[in-house]
């Protein structure tokens, strides 16, 4: 600042002693007017030499502020190139299809949890033997309606029979009295017509109706069972005796 001032007097000198003398006079008019002039040009410019100083300081305090604001500007500069540079980082090291991935790995889990519930059912409960490819129990001492032998199946953790294959039909009927009746886990009882499994409430895999079955003969036949290799619809109230499989329909 002290240097702009002087700068500011050398010009003003240069420049008064270059004025023609007629122009000198009408400013300075003394007698000794090289002399007296130029101590009255210093005197004229007192007022601005006193502006000067008094705002000096806040001139160099506005420099400083701005120097300082121009360092925090390039600390945020270099902290958002760096967060750039971090997120480009990021996105090359995990893949795009990040949100797929994780679904696929969501739904591998679900059908290993499947799996690994069938392979618990498969813990054999006494009294059920393999026919097939499947373990099966087959009630042959007492006689039940469809509701309780389901419930029975149940308590040991089983459910009532259906038959996904002809080769497992004939499995089966190698292994049952072909003189009696033995209650599946396969009903229409809540839709006429629409047989169901009950444990999953999905159509059956196989059906193998005796001729002229179902029939719903009064109008109360709502529940099938098994004679000889054959299917028939019946009464979900009358007593038969019945098969239960080891495995649940409910997880297929």
């Known amino acids: ?53 008094r705002h000096e300081a806040e001139w160099a305090s506005s420099v400083l502020q701005a120097n300082a604001t121009g360092a925090r500007l390039a600390r945020i500069e270099a902290l958002q190139a760096a967060m750039n540079i971090r997120q480009k980082v990021l996105q090359e090291v995990f893949p795009k ?42 009630e042959d001492e007492t006689r039940m309606n469809w509701t309780s032998a389901g419930s029975y199946c149940r308590q040991m953790g089983t459910q009532l029979a259906t038959i996904r294959s002809a080769e497992e039909l004939a499995a089966l009927r190698a292994k049952l009295n072909k003189e009696r009746h033995y209650w599946l886990d396969i009903t229409d009882l809540e839709k006429e017509g629409d047989f169901r499994v009950s444990a999953s409430g999905k159509r059956p895999n196989f059906l193998k109706w005796r001729v002229g079955q179902p029939n719903n003969f009064s109008g109360n036949q709502h529940c099938v069972d098994l004679l000889d290799g054959l299917m028939y619809d019946d009464k979900c109230d009358s007593l038969s005796y019945f098969i239960c499989q080891s495995d649940d329909d409910s997880l297929d």
């Open 97 to 138: 299809d990040i949100g797929a991935r994780l679904d696929r790995l969501e739904s591998q889990q679900a059908a290993l949890l499947r799996i690994l519930s069938k392979f618990d059912r498969k813990i054999v409960p006494p009294k059920f033997e393999l026919i097939g490819s499947r373990f099966f129990y087959i």
């Open 1 to 53: 600042m002290q240097r702009l001032s002087i700068s500011l007097l050398l010009a003003l000198f240069a420049w008064n002693a270059h004025m023609p003398s007629a122009a000198t006079q009408s400013v300075c008019l003394l007698q000794d007017a090289p002399k007296q002039c130029g101590e009255f040009c210093l005197t004229a410019l007192s007022p601005m030499l006193d502006h000067i100083a």
